[in-house]
């Protein structure tokens, strides 16, 4: 039985993340909603993909946006490295090691994935966690030989607040605060409309859906590959260790 697969929009670009949804909505208007069975919540799909555009031109149009992206990218990397350090310490042959480890996971457990916050409020709980870490867990860090790269982040969260956080003119200009943050409602609602037309097939039958199950699988896929491939050639090609990022 024809079914919509999952897809995770976490890793897409921002022109990418919009023309995806661009084309499911060009799909559905080609067989119109009603057939579909999301009438009702079709326009609210539309509604939010349109607001995710204006934010795009928004950001399209700044001078001091065209690498936030990469330095966020960068942020992120220097995060999940510490994350991942910290959660391989927890198996040190040292249980001194790995009770420090402990202590400092509970501290990031506590903070959730930070990735999927706006740029300001991520900014906010890094200059949070580091802080915490530092005043409170400055021992078991060092056991963990974890204090360079803690204060990486930290240095690299200060930069991106300095570079890129004090935009109070543009800001102000811009609708919802940054891209990133305009993508999850639009997310929400294709996975709305999955929900229903997968649910549509199993009462109906494929014969109403199966043309456009194929496209959005279709559209999917080739997504997919893109992402993989790009990570591929990011592997191949690592950036240079250096206190920013490639530009």
């Known amino acids: 039985m024809k079914k919509i697969n999952p897809i995770n929009f976490h890793f897409f670009k921002n022109n990418e993340h919009a023309q995806f949804h661009s084309d499911v909505k060009s799909e559905i208007a080609l ?8 009438s009702a919540i079709y326009s609210g799909y539309v509604d939010a993909l349109y607001a995710e555009f204006a934010a795009i031109e928004v950001e399209a149009g700044s001078q ?13 990397q220097l995060y999940k490295s510490f994350v991942h350090k910290t959660k391989s310490d927890l198996l040190h042959y040292d249980v001194q090691v790995q009770l420090a480890a402990t202590k ?27 802080n915490q870490l530092l005043n409170n867990y400055s021992p078991e860090l060092t056991l963990c030989k974890s204090m360079d790269i803690l204060n990486k982040l930290a240095e690299t969260n200060t930069g991106f607040i300095n570079q890129f956080g004090s935009r109070s003119t543009e800001a102000a200009a811009r609708l919802s605060g940054d891209v990133r943050a305009t993508r999850a409602p639009v997310d929400k609602a294709f996975n709305d409309i ?3 037309v997968n649910a549509m097939v199993i009462l109906n ?14 559209l999917i896929e080739y997504y997919k590959n893109t992402i993989k491939v790009r990570k591929a050639r990011k592997s191949a090609n690592p950036a240079p260790e250096s206190g920013t990022p490639a530009v």
């Open 31 to 38: 067989i119109t909603p009603q057939k579909l069975g999301i």
């Open 104 to 130: 400092i996971m509970r501290i990031i457990e506590q903070v959730g994935d930070m990735r999927k916050q706006n740029y300001n409020q991520e900014s906010e709980t890094i200059t949070s966690l580091v």
């Open 64 to 76: 001091l946006t065209k690498t936030i992206e990469d330095h966020d990218d960068f942020r992120d």
């Open 205 to 218: 039958g494929e014969a109403d859906y199966a043309s456009f199950i194929d496209e959005v699988n279709y």
């Open 194 to 196: 999955r929900t229903v």
